[in-house]
């Protein structure tokens, strides 16, 4: 919710709430559709109506809504009311909706709805999760290349109020394949008696129905497109894909990824709202998966208790030296994760990537372990010293190539990369580190029997 007045939240509030619901409806209408959701979302649904229901931009009004309030709302409406509602929302935000809902609730919704946005929403719903056909509206403003400006404009005029965007039209042949695009800008200055075919781009920037949704949103941003086509592979237009849809799945995709890189499962909606049972599922499995994982470390530990038991000052370093590993590993999980979700680098680079980020790992250990070797000399004296500064090396270049790797190998398995997660790059480091501090330790060290 942007900075809004508190008086005016709070004024219109009490007006709802003591049902002077038009008067609420009047002071709401000077306020952003996101900034009207924000306050009637608060009150019970059967008031939410009755205040969405007298405004104007009731569908736009309605998008704003998170999902779970969306259906909340959603079932308390009588299915007139809600296939009212509906039909004023755009193709894409509607369809988003209809699918949310049982099986028994679509079948009922359908004979309300009028047959053009039953056309649609069967259409729209039919294009598989994750594609560009999933996210794509059929509202679009379609033109022929022998029409002139001004019917071209007169057009425009007529389809505007139903249309997603008419900052770009799209000019198609006699079978619906898209053969050019012309912006409105050109339209307004153009002579009316020009032809659109005169005018029109021919070299467009498409995508196919079945292309993923975050291709679709690279290439938006990389070529800054307000709206980009979609077609078959035949290349006839079925629709566009507008920039603030394509920012949705960017803002999903990021949100998706951060709670992945977290170890946990994506948590929709508000976290404020959210309840235990639902914090507890999407954190319990990797949590109890890395629990077990840790037991490596454990087992690492047990196997050289001999040379620990000889040497106790090996124990104060090795939280130190576990924790760089864990520390180094998933700053390089977090760069090739995030290179890999923009396209910046892909399974092909690892071996050009490797070489590079091994001569990183071994500046950046030798720095780390130059820095505890002194340390190690108060500590435990000279071997002490060698050893800690091997270990350090050692193991910030494995945490490093493990953190670099595991998203190339979870992308190369059909996983997404975000699984590579600070949780789980940790614990392989983890126990990696155990293993190669005590492994050196034991080789360099027998004998010796360095006290605490």
Request: proline share 3%; with cysteine; net charge negative.
């Amino acid at each position: 919710m942007s900075e809004l007045d508190e008086e005016l939240v709070n004024t219109v509030t009490e007006l709802i709430q003591n049902n002077r619901i038009t008067s609420a409806t009047d002071r709401l209408k000077s306020l952003h559709p996101s900034d009207i959701a924000d306050i009637i979302t608060q009150l019970p649904a059967s008031q939410s109506w009755r205040v969405l229901e007298r405004l104007p931009e009731r569908a736009e009004v309605f998008a704003y809504f998170e999902p779970e309030q969306q259906i909340r709302l959603a079932t308390e409406l009588p299915r007139l009311s809600l296939a009212r509602l509906m039909n004023e929302m755009s193709a894409d935000e509607r369809t988003d909706l209809f699918k949310r809902f049982s099986r028994g609730v679509r079948e009922s919704l359908l004979q309300a709805l009028a047959l053009d946005e039953q056309e649609d929403i069967r259409i729209l719903a039919s294009h598989m999760e994750g594609t560009a056909g999933a996210i794509m509206t059929t509202e679009l403003v379609i033109l022929r290349k022998a029409m002139t400006v001004a019917r071209a404009m007169a057009m425009l005029r007529k389809e505007a109020p139903e249309a997603e965007t008419i900052y770009h039209a799209y000019v198609v042949d006699l079978n619906r394949k898209l053969i050019g695009v012309v912006s409105l800008r050109e339209l307004l200055i153009a002579d009316p008696e020009a032809r659109i075919a005169d005018l029109m781009i021919s070299e467009v920037v498409s995508a196919k129905v079945t292309d993923k949704q975050e291709e679709i949103a690279r290439t938006i941003a990389r070529y800054d497109l307000l709206a980009l086509p979609i077609t078959d592979d035949e290349g006839t237009l079925l629709g566009i894909v507008t920039y603030d849809d394509a920012m949705d799945v960017v803002n999903e995709e990021v949100e998706d990824d951060f709670h992945k890189s977290a170890g946990m499962g994506t948590v929709t909606g508000s976290f404020k709202e959210a309840s235990i049972y639902l914090l507890y599922r999407k954190r319990v499995f990797w949590l109890v998966f890395l629990v077990f994982g840790n037991l490596f470390s454990s087992a690492g530990i047990a196997h050289f208790e001999d040379i620990i038991a000889s040497n106790l000052v090996l124990v104060f370093f090795l939280p130190l030296l576990v924790g760089s590993g864990g520390n180094a590993g998933s700053q390089s999980s977090t760069l090739m994760v995030r290179a890999i979700a923009t396209g910046d680098v892909e399974v092909k680079d690892w071996l050009q990537l490797i070489g590079r980020e091994t001569l990183v790992a071994l500046a950046l250990g030798g720095t780390m372990g130059a820095a505890v070797a002194s340390l190690g000399y108060w500590r435990g004296g000279s071997e002490i010293a060698i050893v800690v500064c091997l270990s350090m090396v050692s193991i910030v270049l494995v945490g490093c190539l493990v953190g670099l790797s595991l998203p190339f190998v979870l992308d190369r398995l059909g996983f997404d990369p975000a699984g590579a997660s600070a949780p789980l790059v940790t614990s392989i480091c983890d126990a990696t580190g155990v293993v190669l501090y005590l492994f050196i330790a034991s080789q360099l060290l027998v004998g010796v029997g360095a006290g605490t």
